[in-house]
Protein backbone atom coordinates (compact mmCIF):
# COMPACT_ATOMS: atom_id res chain seq x y z
CA UNK A 1 0.00 0.00 0.00
CA UNK A 2 1.27 3.23 -1.23
CA UNK A 3 1.56 6.34 1.40
CA UNK A 4 -0.41 9.32 0.84
CA UNK A 5 2.56 11.56 1.66
CA UNK A 6 6.30 11.16 1.98
CA UNK A 7 6.97 10.40 5.84
CA UNK A 8 9.62 12.98 7.54
CA UNK A 9 13.06 12.13 7.91
CA UNK A 10 14.01 9.76 11.02
CA UNK A 11 15.10 11.74 14.30
CA UNK A 12 18.45 10.85 14.74
CA UNK A 13 21.35 12.84 17.58
CA UNK A 14 25.14 12.49 16.32
CA UNK A 15 27.13 10.26 18.45
CA UNK A 16 30.72 11.08 20.05
CA UNK A 17 33.45 9.17 17.43
CA UNK A 18 30.81 8.26 14.30
CA UNK A 19 27.28 6.93 13.82
CA UNK A 20 24.26 8.36 14.32
CA UNK A 21 21.26 7.18 17.33
CA UNK A 22 17.55 7.19 16.48
CA UNK A 23 14.78 8.61 18.86
CA UNK A 24 11.88 7.29 19.51
CA UNK A 25 10.35 8.41 22.32
CA UNK A 26 11.77 11.66 24.55
CA UNK A 27 10.36 10.97 28.04
CA UNK A 28 11.33 14.20 30.55
CA UNK A 29 11.32 14.10 34.70
CA UNK A 30 9.72 17.37 36.45
CA UNK A 31 10.92 18.27 39.45
CA UNK A 32 13.89 16.15 39.90
CA UNK A 33 16.48 18.30 41.71
CA UNK A 34 14.97 19.92 45.32
CA UNK A 35 15.85 23.27 44.66
CA UNK A 36 14.26 23.29 41.80
CA UNK A 37 11.44 21.85 42.81
CA UNK A 38 11.10 24.49 45.54
CA UNK A 39 11.46 27.17 43.76
CA UNK A 40 8.83 26.19 41.04
CA UNK A 41 6.27 25.98 44.27
CA UNK A 42 6.77 21.88 45.01
CA UNK A 43 8.12 20.84 48.73
CA UNK A 44 11.59 19.57 47.80
CA UNK A 45 11.25 15.90 47.66
CA UNK A 46 7.79 14.06 45.97
CA UNK A 47 7.31 10.96 43.99
CA UNK A 48 8.65 11.34 40.34
CA UNK A 49 6.04 12.39 37.27
CA UNK A 50 6.76 12.34 33.93
CA UNK A 51 5.94 14.13 30.33
CA UNK A 52 7.01 13.56 27.05
CA UNK A 53 7.95 15.66 24.02
CA UNK A 54 7.52 14.70 20.31
CA UNK A 55 10.06 13.79 18.28
CA UNK A 56 10.47 17.10 16.17
CA UNK A 57 11.67 19.07 19.28
CA UNK A 58 14.76 17.35 18.88
CA UNK A 59 17.44 19.88 17.98
CA UNK A 60 20.60 17.95 17.40
CA UNK A 61 24.21 19.85 17.66
CA UNK A 62 27.21 18.37 17.09
CA UNK A 63 30.59 18.63 18.81
CA UNK A 64 31.75 22.20 18.52
CA UNK A 65 29.08 23.94 16.81
CA UNK A 66 26.12 25.81 17.88
CA UNK A 67 22.82 25.23 17.16
CA UNK A 68 20.04 27.46 16.46
CA UNK A 69 16.34 27.48 18.26
CA UNK A 70 13.45 30.46 16.66
CA UNK A 71 12.00 31.81 19.47
CA UNK A 72 8.65 30.22 19.69
CA UNK A 73 4.76 31.31 19.44
CA UNK A 74 2.49 32.69 22.11
CA UNK A 75 4.96 32.87 24.72
CA UNK A 76 6.50 36.14 26.41
CA UNK A 77 8.78 34.42 28.56
CA UNK A 78 10.94 31.29 27.40
CA UNK A 79 12.66 29.20 30.04
CA UNK A 80 16.05 27.38 29.89
CA UNK A 81 16.45 24.02 31.80
CA UNK A 82 19.81 21.80 31.90
CA UNK A 83 19.20 18.25 31.82
CA UNK A 84 21.09 15.12 31.64
CA UNK A 85 19.87 13.49 28.71
CA UNK A 86 20.16 9.37 29.25
CA UNK A 87 20.03 7.59 25.67
CA UNK A 88 18.31 3.39 25.83
CA UNK A 89 20.06 1.11 23.84
CA UNK A 90 17.58 -1.82 25.30
CA UNK A 91 14.50 -1.38 26.17
CA UNK A 92 12.08 -3.35 28.65
CA UNK A 93 9.31 -2.98 31.03
CA UNK A 94 9.61 -3.16 35.16
CA UNK A 95 12.88 -2.53 34.99
CA UNK A 96 14.88 -2.62 38.55
CA UNK A 97 16.59 -0.21 39.54
CA UNK A 98 19.49 -2.41 40.51
CA UNK A 99 19.40 -3.79 36.69
CA UNK A 100 18.58 -0.16 34.91
CA UNK A 101 22.37 0.49 33.90
CA UNK A 102 22.06 -2.45 31.54
CA UNK A 103 19.74 -0.57 29.62
CA UNK A 104 21.54 2.95 29.24
CA UNK A 105 23.58 3.45 25.60
CA UNK A 106 25.14 6.91 26.35
CA UNK A 107 24.64 9.94 27.67
CA UNK A 108 24.44 13.61 26.22
CA UNK A 109 23.66 17.80 27.61
CA UNK A 110 20.55 18.26 26.74
CA UNK A 111 17.71 21.72 27.07
CA UNK A 112 14.36 21.84 27.83
CA UNK A 113 12.88 24.48 26.70
CA UNK A 114 9.86 25.98 28.01
CA UNK A 115 7.15 28.48 27.33
CA UNK A 116 6.80 28.77 30.53
CA UNK A 117 4.04 31.74 30.95
CA UNK A 118 1.61 28.93 28.94
CA UNK A 119 2.73 25.86 31.65
CA UNK A 120 1.68 28.60 34.11
CA UNK A 121 -1.41 29.11 33.02
CA UNK A 122 -2.58 25.50 32.15
CA UNK A 123 -1.32 24.58 36.06
CA UNK A 124 -3.98 27.15 37.28
CA UNK A 125 -6.56 25.80 34.95
CA UNK A 126 -5.65 22.08 35.96
CA UNK A 127 -4.95 21.77 32.24
CA UNK A 128 -2.30 19.20 30.87
CA UNK A 129 0.71 21.66 30.01
CA UNK A 130 1.89 19.97 26.82
CA UNK A 131 1.14 23.42 24.96
CA UNK A 132 4.41 24.69 27.64
CA UNK A 133 6.86 21.72 26.90
CA UNK A 134 6.07 19.95 24.05
CA UNK A 135 6.25 22.16 21.18
CA UNK A 136 8.89 21.90 18.12
CA UNK A 137 12.82 22.85 18.88
CA UNK A 138 12.12 22.44 22.54
CA UNK A 139 15.10 19.87 23.26
CA UNK A 140 18.02 20.61 21.74
CA UNK A 141 20.82 17.91 22.48
CA UNK A 142 24.68 17.69 21.95
CA UNK A 143 26.26 14.37 20.94
CA UNK A 144 25.51 11.20 22.77
CA UNK A 145 28.80 9.49 23.96
CA UNK A 146 28.47 5.76 25.03
CA UNK A 147 28.25 4.62 28.67
CA UNK A 148 31.05 2.06 27.58
CA UNK A 149 33.40 6.02 26.56
CA UNK A 150 32.22 7.44 29.97
CA UNK A 151 30.89 4.99 32.65
CA UNK A 152 27.98 5.29 34.60
CA UNK A 153 27.52 9.08 35.34
CA UNK A 154 25.94 9.35 38.85
CA UNK A 155 28.31 12.85 39.90
CA UNK A 156 29.87 15.51 38.49
CA UNK A 157 29.20 19.04 37.45
CA UNK A 158 26.39 20.02 35.26
CA UNK A 159 25.75 23.94 34.89
CA UNK A 160 24.28 26.51 32.25
CA UNK A 161 25.23 29.92 31.23
CA UNK A 162 23.37 32.56 29.07
CA UNK A 163 26.13 35.19 27.36
CA UNK A 164 29.03 33.86 29.86
CA UNK A 165 26.92 34.14 32.61
CA UNK A 166 26.30 31.22 35.03
CA UNK A 167 22.48 31.06 35.77
CA UNK A 168 22.40 27.00 36.84
CA UNK A 169 25.04 25.38 38.92
CA UNK A 170 24.72 21.82 40.74
CA UNK A 171 25.81 18.35 41.13
CA UNK A 172 24.23 15.06 38.97
CA UNK A 173 24.98 13.36 42.84
CA UNK A 174 21.80 16.19 43.57
CA UNK A 175 19.04 14.67 41.90
CA UNK A 176 15.79 13.32 44.00
CA UNK A 177 15.21 10.18 41.83
CA UNK A 178 18.63 8.95 40.43
CA UNK A 179 18.98 7.82 36.44
CA UNK A 180 18.60 4.46 37.86
CA UNK A 181 15.31 4.78 40.16
CA UNK A 182 13.67 6.97 37.14
CA UNK A 183 14.77 4.30 34.29
CA UNK A 184 12.74 2.14 37.20
CA UNK A 185 9.62 4.36 37.62
CA UNK A 186 9.17 5.00 34.01
CA UNK A 187 9.53 1.32 32.86
CA UNK A 188 6.39 0.41 35.21
CA UNK A 189 4.51 3.00 33.43
CA UNK A 190 5.58 2.25 29.80
CA UNK A 191 7.57 -0.50 27.85
CA UNK A 192 10.71 1.23 26.91
CA UNK A 193 12.26 1.12 23.86
CA UNK A 194 15.84 1.47 22.37
CA UNK A 195 16.37 4.97 20.93
CA UNK A 196 14.61 6.65 24.05
CA UNK A 197 16.00 9.83 25.67
CA UNK A 198 15.18 10.69 28.87
CA UNK A 199 15.37 13.85 30.43
CA UNK A 200 16.49 13.45 33.78
CA UNK A 201 15.59 17.08 35.32
CA UNK A 202 17.24 20.20 35.74
CA UNK A 203 18.78 22.50 39.05
CA UNK A 204 17.42 25.21 40.35
CA UNK A 205 18.25 28.66 38.19
CA UNK A 206 15.73 28.66 35.47
CA UNK A 207 15.11 31.98 33.61
CA UNK A 208 14.00 33.60 30.51
CA UNK A 209 15.88 33.89 27.46
CA UNK A 210 15.22 36.11 24.56
CA UNK A 211 16.11 36.26 21.08
CA UNK A 212 20.28 36.72 20.52
CA UNK A 213 20.86 34.80 23.80
CA UNK A 214 23.66 32.02 23.68
CA UNK A 215 23.53 29.25 26.11
CA UNK A 216 26.31 26.76 26.76
CA UNK A 217 25.45 23.71 28.63
CA UNK A 218 27.73 21.59 30.66
CA UNK A 219 27.58 18.23 32.16
CA UNK A 220 30.81 16.95 33.28
CA UNK A 221 32.71 14.30 31.12
CA UNK A 222 30.39 15.03 28.22
CA UNK A 223 30.56 17.67 25.38
CA UNK A 224 29.62 20.65 25.61
CA UNK A 225 26.33 22.11 24.21
CA UNK A 226 25.83 25.38 22.57
CA UNK A 227 22.82 26.84 21.29
CA UNK A 228 21.68 30.34 20.14
CA UNK A 229 18.03 31.78 20.09
CA UNK A 230 17.06 33.40 16.90
Known amino acids: MSLVFTPAPAVTVPVAGGGTYPVHR ?7 YAEHAIEMGGSGREPPFFFLKPTDAVVAVPAGETGKID ?3 LTK ?14 GGRDIRAADAVRHIWGYAVGL ?12 KQGRPWCIGKGFEQSAPIGPIVPI ?3 GE ?16 NA ?3 DLIWNVNETIEHLSAAWTL ?8 GTPAGVAAVVSGDVMEGRVAGLPMLRVAVR
Open 26 to 32: IYCVGRN
Open 71 to 73: YPS
Open 148 to 150: AST
Open 112 to 123: DMTRRDLQNDMK
Open 153 to 168: LTTGAISLSVNGQVRQ
Open 193 to 200: QPGDLIYS
Open 77 to 90: NLHHEIELVVALGV
Open 171 to 173: DLK
